[in-house]
């Protein structure tokens, strides 16, 4: 990364950093993590954050897909789903995201988000819109509005990029959701990958999401997991640097949180040279919470510490024959998984002087070793394509 790239990116580290904190309420599980943590105690080991893959089937065929959705254009009705929702409102989560697939193709996603704000746990869909229709959105406006987010998947405002990418006719079902989502003033968010097909629309995609009322605009690199197992990592160029910052100028209603910069992540952070030390945190520690505050569920109940660690390797158990989920933390693979993402037992990460760097994530570099056969650190992934 050259000395100009570099600068720029420090001017938009600056320009994030005072709107860091809004993102709710993921921000407020870190916070409660680090307080925790700074205090001496122990990991939390209490299921607060729960993302749930309520159906493997999506209508999209999206070439990077993480979950490697199975394809399927037809409502699913499971009958598990019901069940599982119900063990999850006697957890102590706060904090549950809806996932795919696509988790709108599931017939019981309202039933399950009225049962969760019933109980006041802040709830989070992940959608391409095909579910998005008057019904859905009347349904939703009868609940406390304020603990639901609808996250939507773009990943360009060129309708042409973006169908490339997710599937013929996925601009359209974007488009239709976010006009009948800004009729009702409904927190929206609106969430791009960044591949080498859109890395250039960034901007116009952030202006997109402002003129359609979006609360939130989210991005993240592709990452080489999943179906994207072979794709070229995205890296950081000045083009997509001032493309960011223009956004941080014209923020206004719509606010950039939660971006992700994937395999690019390490020399984001060593451009920035911000923390040249991590003050004796373990920040590989903070970064993962797997198995600390986290855990995922697929369709049929089966735990997993998070949704890049679902290997049969990993599985914890079902929520439909747990007593307490908060038992799950005290499982051997549990303290297991709690154990593999600290610095100190990663073998080439134990003894590199960036301390500053969190070392990344552990499912990626698990996922990338049973492909290759090679287990490396995150900043080495994709370095043989």
């Known amino acids: 990364m050259n000395d100009e790239t570099s600068n720029k990116l420090k001017l938009f580290y600056n320009l994030q950093k005072s709107s860091e904190g809004d993102y709710f309420p993921d921000q407020v599980l870190r916070n409660i993590d680090l307080e925790y943590y700074l205090s001496g105690n122990k990991d939390i080991c209490k299921p607060l954050y729960i993302t749930w893959n309520i159906t493997n089937s999506c209508n999209l065929n999206c070439f990077f897909c993480s979950a490697r959705a199975k394809h399927c254009n037809e409502p699913i009705k499971n009958s598990s789903t019901l069940k599982i929702a119900n063990k999850i409102i006697k957890s102590e989560c706060v904090y549950i995201s809806l996932l795919g ?31 998005i229709n008057e019904h859905f959105v009347e349904e ?6 304020s603990l639901i987010r609808i996250k939507l998947s773009l990943d360009s405002c060129n309708e042409e990029v973006n169908d490339k990418i997710r599937g013929k006719g996925a601009f359209r079902l974007v488009k239709d959701a976010l006009r009948l989502l800004a009729s009702k003033d409904l927190n929206t968010r609106l969430q791009m990958v960044v591949c080498e097909n859109n890395k250039n629309d960034i901007l116009s995609t952030y202006k997109f999401a402002q003129e359609n009322n979006c609360k939130s605009f989210g991005f993240s690199f592709v990452m080489p997991i999943g179906r994207g197992i072979q794709l070229k990592p995205v890296k950081i160029n000045e083009g997509i640097v001032d493309q960011l910052i223009e956004i941080k100028k014209l923020e206004k209603t719509c606010k950039l949180q939660k971006f992700g910069f994937g395999i690019d992540g390490f020399e984001y952070f060593k451009s920035l040279n911000a923390v040249k030390d991590s003050g004796g945190i373990d920040l590989s520690r903070l970064k993962c919470s797997a198995c600390r505050y986290r855990l995922n569920l697929d369709e049929n109940g089966d735990i997993y510490p998070c949704d890049m660690l679902r290997f049969p390797e990993f599985k914890l158990g079902n929520i439909l024959k747990c007593n307490k989920l908060s038992n799950i933390f005290n499982k051997k693979v549990s303290k297991k998984i709690r154990q593999l993402s600290l610095r100190q037992n990663k073998l080439e990460c134990k003894n590199c002087k960036n301390t500053w760097c969190n070392t990344g994530c552990l499912g990626m570099c698990i996922e990338h070793y049973k492909s290759k056969g090679i287990m490396l650190p995150m900043c080495r992934i994709g370095e043989e394509n």
């Open 101 to 131: 697939g696509e988790p709108t193709l599931n017939t019981d996603i309202l039933e399950c988000v009225k049962l969760f704000n019933s109980h006041h746990i802040f709830t989070e869909i992940v959608t391409n819109g095909v579910g």
């Open 140 to 145: 939703i406006c009868k609940l406390e509005k």
